[in-house]
């Protein structure tokens, strides 16, 4: 497999919720399972469609609201995969943070 990151991923697991702005769906149960500067990973129950805006909530007080300084974050839906293996997620999917984002929030 290629890798295609531009960034390190770090582990992560924390419960999260999905809202598809341009659907007007959610918010849908997920989990981060991987994040770095540039997105996260995530798995859910539900495909979402490359380059979907969506809008991801975490709870207070977990690691990535910490690390971002707020408990959401934006982003676009880069790839969505059905996952082999998976632990509750039907599907994995990339989303990519916009690039102000990552360059304030990412220290």
Not at 2 to 11: G, H, I, L, T, V
Not at 43 to 50: G, I
Not at 96 to 101: C, E, I, K, T
Request: hydrophobic share 35%; net charge positive; glycine share 12%.
């Amino acid at each position: 497999m290629n890798e295609q990151r531009s960034a390190p991923r770090k582990a992560s697991l924390e419960p999260c919720s999905i809202e598809m702005y341009a659907a007007g769906k959610g918010p849908f149960p997920s989990r981060v399972i991987n994040y770095s500067a540039g997105g996260l990973m995530v798995e859910l129950d539900h495909p979402l469609a490359k380059g979907e805006p969506v809008k991801i909530r975490f709870r207070p007080g977990t690691e990535n609201a910490q690390r971002l300084g707020e408990t959401y974050c934006v982003g676009m839906v880069r790839w969505c995969a059905p996952q082999e293996g998976r632990y509750s997620g039907l599907y994995g999917v990339g989303v990519q943070m916009p690039q102000s984002v990552r360059a304030t929030k990412a220290a």
